[in-house]
């Protein structure tokens, strides 16, 4: 059509009748058209071409990341090292590790702890951190989730989560105590909460999900918690001197640090922004902020997880896997290896799903000697995909160019 509108123009008079081109030779017209129109395709071709280079650097991992995590392919296989295993049943990890032993927290029962000689174990369950239920009035009391533990001047913190899945009514709580294993806890309750609560409609806990927290304390001694869950992704505020508040209530100095600005599912038709995002899910969450040689380092749990089902697993690519933006701040912002910022969705993978693994997340560092060691709960396909058929898996790091790889 286009090139038919072109020879009706040139075939008009400025009176609107035809002139002389019908009465030149075809034979000296059809060069002329022909070059045209082969130079119109070209112009076609450039755009597209520009176009498709111009695609968002994140739509390009995602589809190589939908390849590189098809579990049946060679390429998972060589990308990704297995995980070291530990035959204990976790989810979301912390550890900490004192003198010779470790201690491991996580999801159960008011917060499990286990111990063990080593990283691969055994491990033994010793108790919980708290003694009954959180003193938190929200969400699941009895099993807090994604707890993480710090110890500072002799003093263990761990930082836990209280919320009912697919919400955001939610809050971050804090117990102490002067040694790593049960018995000992006091639990101080509400740190920060969204959703509904005192504080919670002061920005940004008004667009946020006070879930899976994170505290890192500064050489310097300035403390963060870095927190959130799916709506508009990681956040992070300051913290008190004593670890146990915000260290403003009213003016959290808060740092939007990760996001996924693309929803990858449609919204719930009932989602109201408390259970539910209208805008559908963006999937990140599970922080923690590393350091190495100068950088801080923002691991985050990309995709979907938990609660899966065979028949209906996220199409390939769209699972848990481990992603990393470093900043020479604490506070941001983070990019990854293309200088993508993660708020703009921004990440790079480091751990995907690979053989029998699948799924991988709820990860964080520990430095053990002189290296630093990834571990995370995940999937193994050949026992089960239910939530409590998750194992703790490790991988040692080496960095090359600044950049965390993963190590058989």
Not at 4 to 11: C, D, E, K, N, V
Not at 310 to 316: I, M, S, T
Not at 348 to 353: A, M
């Given at each position: ?72 392919s060679d390429q998972a296989i060589s990308r990704f090292p297995p995980p070291r295993q530990t035959q204990q049943h976790t989810h979301d990890p912390t550890i900490v590790r004192v003198g010779d032993e470790y201690y491991l927290y996580h999801v159960g029962e008011h917060i499990l702890i286990d111990t063990a000689p080593s990283l691969a174990g055994p491990w033994k369950r010793v ?229 029998e693994t699948y799924a991988p997340g709820g990860q964080a560092v520990i430095r053990d000697g002189d290296t630093d060691v990834l571990y995370y709960h995940y999937l193994n396909t050949t026992v089960g995909i239910a939530f409590q058929d998750a194992f703790l898996g490790f991988n040692p790091l080496k960095y090359v160019d600044g950049w965390p790889i993963a190590q058989a």
């Amino acid at each position: 059509m286009i090139v038919r509108a072109g020879h009706l123009s040139r075939s008009m008079s400025p009176s609107g009748h035809r002139d002389g081109f019908r009465h030149q030779s075809f034979w000296k017209q059809f060069p002329r058209r022909w070059i045209k129109m082969l130079l119109f395709l070209a112009l076609v071709c450039f755009f597209s071409v520009g176009l498709g280079l111009g695609i968002n650097r994140r739509d390009q991992n995602f589809e190589h990341d939908q390849k590189s995590q098809d579990l049946g392919s060679d390429q998972a296989i060589s990308r990704f090292p297995p995980p070291r295993q530990t035959q204990q049943h976790t989810h979301d990890p912390t550890i900490v590790r004192v003198g010779d032993e470790y201690y491991l927290y996580h999801v159960g029962e008011h917060i499990l702890i286990d111990t063990a000689p080593s990283l691969a174990g055994p491990w033994k369950r010793v108790g919980s951190v708290l003694d009954a239920k959180s003193v938190i009035p929200k969400g699941d009391r009895a099993a807090p989730w994604a707890p993480t533990v710090i110890v500072v001047d002799d003093t263990y913190y761990c930082y836990y989560s209280v919320s009912k899945a697919g919400c955001r009514d939610s809050a971050v709580g804090v117990a102490t105590s002067n040694s790593p294993g049960p018995g000992n806890w006091y639990d101080h309750g509400i740190v920060i909460q969204t959703g509904t609560g005192n504080g919670s409609e002061i920005s940004p806990y008004t667009k946020s999900n006070a879930i899976d927290p994170s505290t890192l304390v500064t050489p310097d001694g300035h403390a963060y918690l870095t927190y959130g869950s799916y709506w508009n992704g990681i956040f992070q505020i300051p913290l008190s001197k004593d670890l146990l508040s915000p260290a403003s209530t009213t003016e959290p100095d808060d740092r939007q640090l990760a996001w996924e600005p693309e929803s990858l599912a449609p919204p719930n038709r009932m989602a109201n922004n408390i259970c539910g995002d209208p805008t559908g899910p963006h999937p990140i969450e599970g922080a923690f902020i590393s350091y190495n040689d100068g950088w801080y380092y923002l691991w985050f749990s990309h995709g979907f997880c938990c609660n899966l089902k065979q028949d209906n697993l996220p199409a390939a690519g769209q699972e848990y896997s481990i992603r990393v933006g470093r900043s020479q701040s604490p506070r941001g912002p983070f990019t990854d290896k293309n200088g993508t910022d993660l708020v703009k969705g921004g990440g790079e993978l480091v751990y995907g799903s690979n053989r029998e693994t699948y799924a991988p997340g709820g990860q964080a560092v520990i430095r053990d000697g002189d290296t630093d060691v990834l571990y995370y709960h995940y999937l193994n396909t050949t026992v089960g995909i239910a939530f409590q058929d998750a194992f703790l898996g490790f991988n040692p790091l080496k960095y090359v160019d600044g950049w965390p790889i993963a190590q058989a």
